[in-house]
């Protein structure tokens, strides 16, 4: 019997070395209509999403932040106009192809955030260096979720604020609708427009096998977090956690 460890990608099970792999070719397949694609998926609701982590950011004028699995950057970019001149927000991502547009993205918008290629699990930064550390829809797609969020805890100093904003367990008297909408539509919306059926069907695969709001509350509070809190948005097609760093 081999001793390989092995983790989920989407329902199949992969050798855990090899997770970070295919999602980093999943990433690398949509970094060019990954925009696109989130407003289509959601119908435009992710931006909505993403201001309510904002506003419950604490994140103000002079704020430094970390925003993990930044992508295209667009919480970063909102992030970035809210501590202006005097504060600072880091990106970073561990696929160089996102990376890249959330760069550009964050260019043609007149601003400036300094980003490193790191892997959420080793983030490469001093104990207590930021007063928010996000990651918005990237932490289902982690090998070792305990361990990002770990580090995430590590890097934010006493008092600051780690959010989590990911698709979690919707309404249960709309799963049905839900599972029509996540395996029949969204992959065809993923083959016309990036050309990639197979990625929208696992990032559907990973969505179901992400913890539940509940779980992943304790996993939070296992990583050293205080005062873990979850708001349920759109029935619970999202839920945006939020920890306290003692």
Same mark, same amino acid.
């Given at each position: 019997?081999? @001793?390989?460890?092995?983790?989920?990608?989407?329902y199949q099970e992969v050798p855990e070395d090899e997770k970070a792999k295919r999602v980093g070719a999943v990433f690398r397949s949509v970094a060019s209509s990954y925009?696109?694609?989130? @407003?289509?998926?959601?119908?435009?609701?992710?931006?909505?999403?993403?201001?309510?982590?904002?506003?419950?950011?604490?994140?103000?004028?002079?704020?430094?932040?970390?925003?993990?699995?930044?992508?295209?950057?667009?919480?970063?970019? %909102?992030? %970035?106009?809210?501590?202006?001149?005097?504060? /600072?927000?880091?990106m970073t991502d561990i696929n160089a192809a996102m990376l890249g547009v959330g760069r550009d993205r964050m260019l043609d918008a007149?601003?400036?955030?300094?980003?490193?290629?790191?892997? *959420?699990?080793?983030?490469?930064?001093?104990?207590?260096?930021?007063?928010?550390?996000?990651?918005?829809?990237?932490?289902?797609?982690?090998?070792?979720? @305990?361990? %990002?969020?770990?580090?995430?805890?590590?890097?934010?100093?006493?008092?600051?604020?780690?959010?989590?904003?990911?698709?979690?367990?919707?309404?249960?008297?709309?799963?049905?609708?839900?599972?029509?909408?996540?395996?029949?539509?969204?992959?065809?919306?993923?083959?016309?427009?990036?050309?990639?059926?197979?990625?929208?069907?696992?990032? *559907?695969?990973?969505?179901?096998?992400?913890? @539940?709001?509940?779980?992943?509350?304790?996993?939070?509070? /296992?990583?050293?977090?205080?005062?873990?809190?979850?708001?349920?948005?759109?029935?619970?097609?999202? *839920?945006?956690?939020?920890?306290?760093?003692?």
């Amino acid at each position: 019997m081999s @001793d390989e460890r092995t983790t989920h990608f989407g329902y199949q099970e992969v050798p855990e070395d090899e997770k970070a792999k295919r999602v980093g070719a999943v990433f690398r397949s949509v970094a060019s209509s990954y925009d696109l694609m989130n @407003d289509l998926m959601s119908l435009g609701l992710h931006r909505a999403w993403k201001r309510f982590a904002l506003e419950l950011s604490g994140v103000r004028a002079g704020s430094r932040v970390l925003d993990v699995a930044s992508g295209s950057g667009d919480l970063a970019r %909102a992030f %970035a106009k809210r501590v202006g001149p005097t504060g /600072q927000v880091w990106m970073t991502d561990i696929n160089a192809a996102m990376l890249g547009v959330g760069r550009d993205r964050m260019l043609d918008a007149g601003l400036f955030a300094p980003m490193a290629l790191a892997d *959420a699990e080793k983030l490469p930064f001093p104990d207590a260096a930021f007063d928010c550390v996000s990651v918005a829809f990237g932490l289902r797609n982690m090998t070792h979720k @305990d361990r %990002a969020l770990a580090e995430m805890a590590r890097v934010t100093r006493p008092g600051g604020r780690v959010l989590v904003l990911e698709f979690s367990r919707v309404w249960k008297p709309l799963e049905r609708a839900y599972d029509a909408y996540s395996f029949g539509i969204l992959p065809r919306i993923g083959k016309y427009v990036a050309h990639d059926e197979e990625a929208y069907r696992y990032l *559907a695969e990973s969505i179901r096998m992400h913890p @539940d709001q509940e779980t992943l509350k304790g996993m939070m509070e /296992q990583a050293g977090l205080g005062r873990v809190e979850y708001f349920n948005m759109t029935a619970g097609v999202v *839920a945006l956690h939020r920890g306290f760093r003692p």
